[in-house]
T-cell receptor, first 113, second 117 residues
């Protein structure tokens, strides 16, 4: 069965600094990987996905993620953080043998002004 | 454009009562999902459906049932609610090409907050 680990419950970054939110995964076969963001009292919103191709994926709001097959990681990054980036971020993996999509426990990102 | 509509938004329920959470999508997506979100546990998959007429169990299916009679609706039923089912429930859908790996992202509803006393 597939699984996702987000090792940090919370990440604090000063505004203007680069940010990284970590994600590692386990899945049989080729992974389909996703990042989502959740603002307070809202549903999750899609940020970006890796299916195949270039290991660096660009998504919404200036976010990007780097797929690393040897380390089974898919870390979310942004070159310069904004206070408005403060939210809860979820990594997810899809098993291509069925359509199950499994999420990590989430990482709360605090951008400090 | 509605996307995914969940109802009710919030509900307080006595233990032992039956409850159905409704989910409707207007995007004609093949796949639909139910998750529960609990503090410190993230989102956990309860049940899912690849297409109308089929359903599958997720990570935490016990105590829940679903049906997928048509493309648009995917209700989640708690036959006899227990306090441990107090949670925020999210319905989601995804575009899926029959016979091909589903590479589509999920679209989420705004959630249903359920409290079981």
């Amino acid at each position: 069965a597939q699984s996702v680990a987000q090792p940090e419950d919370q990440v604090n970054v000063a505004e203007g600094n680069p940010l990284t939110v970590k994600c590692t995964y386990s899945v049989s076969g080729n992974p389909y990987l996703f990042w989502y963001v959740q603002y307070p009292n809202r549903g999750l919103q899609f940020l970006l996905k890796y299916i195949t191709g270039d290991n660096l994926v660009k998504g919404s709001y200036g976010f990007e993620a780097e797929f690393n097959k040897s380390q089974t990681s898919f870390h979310l990054k942004k070159p310069s953080a904004l206070v408005s980036d403060s939210a809860l971020y979820f990594c997810a993996v899809r098993d291509i043998r069925d359509d199950k999509i499994i999420f990590g426990k989430g990482t709360r990102l605090h951008i400090l002004p | 454009i509605a996307g995914i509509t969940q109802a009710p938004t919030s509900q307080i329920l006595a233990a032992g009562r039956r409850m159905t959470l409704r989910c409707t999508q207007d995007m004609r997506h093949n796949a639909m999902y139910w998750y529960r979100q609990d503090l410190g546990l993230g989102l956990r998959l309860i049940h899912y459906s690849n297409t109308a007429g089929t359903t599958g169990k997720g990570e935490v299916p016990d105590g829940y049932s679903v049906s997928r009679a048509n493309t648009d609706d995917f209700p989640l039923t708690l036959a006899s609610a227990v306090p441990s089912q107090t949670s925020v429930y999210f319905c989601a859908s995804s575009d899926s090409n029959r016979g091909q790996p589903n590479t589509g992202e999920l679209f989420f509803g705004e959630g249903s907050r359920l409290t079981v006393l």
